[in-house]
């Protein structure tokens, strides 16, 4: 696979590299119960419309008077039902502890990811040659993918790269569209900034990112034009000793 020097070169990789640290201060960070409290309402308001459609689905299938609707229930039914799985899957690696998997085969992340941008206007461009990644670099592949496709709410196509530079995952995703941008949110969030005013579910994830990747010794950041933004992760191969990170 050839690097994007655009998107994932070594002047970027240099720029965010570990020697770097534009942390916000510690006593600005969000508590852990705040910041748990705002991802499960984040993931109850994506889970809600699938499972808030089945219901609508059955209800008409129950209601006599809408026989010659039938069809239509049983398609709403099933589309909202693969919907559902699709968030649930991803979400699970994504936020989740996904069982004790410490690393994840990239052909599964593609598919996870694929399941999103199913349910989404823009396009999945998916070009990870990489053939494993780490927890850390997995869940910070999804996030970034998923940011990118709420970067693009009219559609276009959302180009998704890793590759593994010295001692790290590079990680990048590329949002091209005709109305592409960030919402102010997200912005604070992958600055490590709390949420002034806007809407949480948009900068919980932002900001889950931009702990997980703090946690595991790792950075973000992003890059914006008229038509083209790039979020992009570091993440070094292998985690922070803990007895260090402990101390």
């Avoid at 916000?24 to 705002?38: G, I, M, S, T, Y």
């Avoid at 589309?79 to 699970?92: C, G």
Wanted: glycine share 8%.
């Amino acid at each position: 696979m050839s690097d994007s020097p655009s998107m994932l070169g070594p002047a970027w990789a240099a720029r965010l590299g570990p020697e770097e640290d534009a942390a916000p201060a510690l006593a600005e960070q969000v508590a852990a119960a705040d910041l748990a409290a705002q991802l499960a309402a984040r993931l109850c308001h994506d889970f809600i419309s699938p499972a808030s459609a089945i219901v609508s689905g059955l209800d008409l299938l129950e209601d006599p008077t809408a026989a010659d609707m039938r069809d239509d229930a049983m398609n709403l039914i099933a589309a909202s039902a693969k919907k559902l799985v699709s968030l649930l899957a991803f979400s699970r690696v994504a936020f989740g502890g996904s069982a004790t998997a410490e690393s994840f085969d990239t052909r599964d992340l593609e598919k996870l990811t694929q399941g999103i941008y199913d349910h989404v206007r823009p396009d999945l461009d998916w070009q990870v040659g990489v053939p494993v990644l780490s927890k850390p670099a997995s869940r910070a592949l999804l996030n970034l993918a998923q940011l990118g496709a709420g970067a693009l709410p009219t559609g276009g196509v959302a180009r998704v790269n890793a590759v593994v530079q010295d001692d790290a995952y590079l990680i990048g995703v590329e949002a091209q569209g005709a109305r592409v941008r960030l919402r102010p949110e997200v912005v604070l969030g992958l600055k490590g900034d709390r949420l002034a005013e806007g809407l949480g579910g948009h900068w919980v994830q932002a900001y889950y990112l931009y702990a997980m990747l703090k946690a595991a010794g790792g950075r973000v950041d992003h890059s914006a034009s008229e038509e083209r933004i790039i979020l992009r992760a570091r993440v070094p191969l292998s985690a922070p000793d803990q007895a260090e990170s402990a101390s």
